[in-house]
DNA sequence: TCAAGCGTAAACAGTT
DNA sequence: CAACTGTTTACGCTTG
């Protein structure tokens, strides 16, 4: 009855690639539903979101690195056809390269499945020096990358015109097929190396999987190529060449380098990448023999045309990705040289560079701070900055208590801003989100307009705004009337059509200060945090209008009670100041004559229907009506469409 | 080591 | 009768 139906980019847990279900920490099946959620409690949400970076970052140049390799055996093939046959029309434009994108698909890692593959980070501090490392020297060859294509671009323009006189012949196209199919199998087996190479990332803490991810809106890497495609491409170019490197447990990208940090030189990665590519271009010198062959067997003919040409928009493609990467990491890195004094003035999608590694990755890294293009929907967001803030009051609720798993331990606390930060986040990713139930369900009750929800209308709550509470429904949903049932701090209102829940903020006051501890720091960070709410959101709502996901609210436009959470999450953090700092003012108007008033707990002293509603309107709000509740299902309506 | 908090599972009873 | 709702208990895990 209660399963609830989206419409909307709904993820399908199961399109998970089994590659990675014996690493998923929380499983989508009841059997593992036992298991622990050590995730939370073993990584900061910085190394998650560095390495997250890293790892989009990676992939686009691995896909870049590709490009050029593909570009280069194009303009081989060019080089050698002559201009004597004649202008024929593309009446081939059936593209060879994405022949095997249909059967590479099962197991293509998309960005987004990077994103939350690596959400769940185990990560040294060492190894998070190493990974800045490497963004650096990625940036940097990004940036050569991006030169080099421009001259291969016009290059294959040229010899475009060139070859659209040139003629056809059948006996090449079979060659060219031939090719092709050999490609193909080259891939197959890059497949299995990388497949081998995320197993063994994982076995070194570097990557864990959440259980059940789902996959999300596949957002095309760019507009033209989907991810298969790119990583399709990745894989024949590092499928193409060193095989010592692909037969070595180090063949990744995410092994590229600890050393071209230099912004001089070629770096060593590229030409690690490309042995037989420098990057001013110079292919066909060091590669006579694979020219003549070429020259030999690969004439122009109208499919040589279309892949030239499909490969000329991949390579716009990748520029344009590669561009917005850039400027992406450049506003990062201009972040972090500012946040220091100015936390506010540059809104940055993802705030990716823990503040550990902020002097280092920062020095290297353009000053020029570019707007933020967020190509994909990113992960929870938690800032740790130190910058000043201020925590501007609200009357408006608060989620509550933090689970502590998820971020004691290493004191960066999952605050209540980043659920409001990253709502879009936890709608779309299957992630579990870092709060107990009793502060979502509270959340939830508060965010209703009369401060009461049914409990059915709670489980929608939670099944619209986390997607991971649209599985495994009969777990949560067991939880969630054990914390109604358990906790005080929420009361049961008999109604005329049934029964709501309402919260009594003075007991759920009570709990807040054994979760939140009176850690100068752990708060600091708390504010730091919320300062960054605001653009995070709008980054976030950027990256998710980039990539056409829906947009389905967020906590400045749309959806009124996503605004509510946003600054329920403000609340928060000035809650845990009054705890914790008896300096800080206890500007809750809203809420303290609530607590001075509260009176009624329905568990602990049941009364008649009668008696209940007048004492405990003090919680459910004054101009509350029972009788008009009963049709009020508001936001709920579109999910239950499809109830049972 | 212990207590507290939390999540999960499950049994049970009452209600719809 | 089935499904839902609500309560309660038990257990394991994490954290301080």
Known sequence: MFQCVFSSSVLQPHRTSCLFKHLFYHSATPASQKQPEPIYSKKTEIQRQTVRALSVKL??????????????????????????SP?????????????????????????????????????????????????????????????????????????????????????????VATQQLAFQQQLLQMQQLQQQHLLSLQRQGLLTIQPGQPALPLQPLTQGMIPAELQQLWKEVTSAHTPEEATGNNHSSLDLTTTCVSSSAPSKTSLIM????????????????????????????????AQCRVQMQVVQQLELQLAKDKERLQAMMTHLHVKSTEPKTAPQPLNLVSSVTLSKS???????????????????ITPVTQGPSVITTTSMH????????????????????????NQEFYKNAEVRPPFTYASLIRQAILESPEKQLTLNEIYNWFTRMFAYFRRNAATWKNAVRHNLSLHKCFVRVENVKGAV?????????????????GNPSLIKNMQSSHAYCTPLNAALQASMAENSIPLYTTASMGNPSLGTLASAM????????????????????????LQAAHPVHVKEEPLDP?????????????????DFDQDRDYEDEPVNEDME
Do not use: C
């Open 398 to 421: 608060t989620v509550g208590p933090i689970r502590r798993r998820y971020s004691d331990k290493y004191n960066v606390p999952i605050s209540s801003a980043d659920i409001a930060q």
């Open 501 to 517: 829940w309402t919260v009594d903020e003075v007991e759920f006051q009570k709990r807040r200060p054994q979760k939140i501890s």
């Open 87 to 175: 202008k024929r029309n593309d009446k081939q434009p059936a593209l060879q390269v994405p022949v095997s994108v249909a059967m590479m698909t099962p197991q293509v890692i998309t960005p987004q499945q990077m994103q939350q593959i690596l959400q769940q980070q185990v990560l040294s501090p060492q190894q998070l020096q190493v990974l800045l490392q490497q963004q650096q020297a990625l940036m940097l060859q990004q940036q050569q990358l991006q030169e080099f294509y421009k001259k291969q671009q016009e290059q294959l323009q040229l010899q475009l015109l060139q070859q659209q006189h040139a003629g056809k012949q059948p006996k090449e196209q079979q060659q």
């Open 59 to 84: 992939f686009i140049f691995s896909a870049l690195q590709v490009a050029r390799q593909l570009l280069l055996q194009q303009q081989q093939q060019q080089q050698v056809s002559g201009l004597k």
């Open 570 to 593: 403000r609340e928060e953090l000035n809650g845990a100041m009054e705890h914790t700092n008896s300096n800080e003012s206890d500007s809750s108007p809203g809420r303290s004559p």
């Open 362 to 380: 920062a020095s290297e890294a353009s000053p020029q701070s570019l707007p933020h293009t967020p190509t994909t929907p990113t992960a929870p």
């Open 274 to 305: 490309n042995p037989h590519a420098s990057t001013n271009g110079q292919l066909s010198v060091h590669t006579p023999k694979r020219e003549r062959h070429l020259n030999s067997e690969h004439a122009l003919d109208d499919r040589s045309t």
């Open 610 to 626: 009668e008696e209940a509603e007048g004492p405990l309107s003090l919680v459910t709000t004054a101009n509350h009506s029972p």
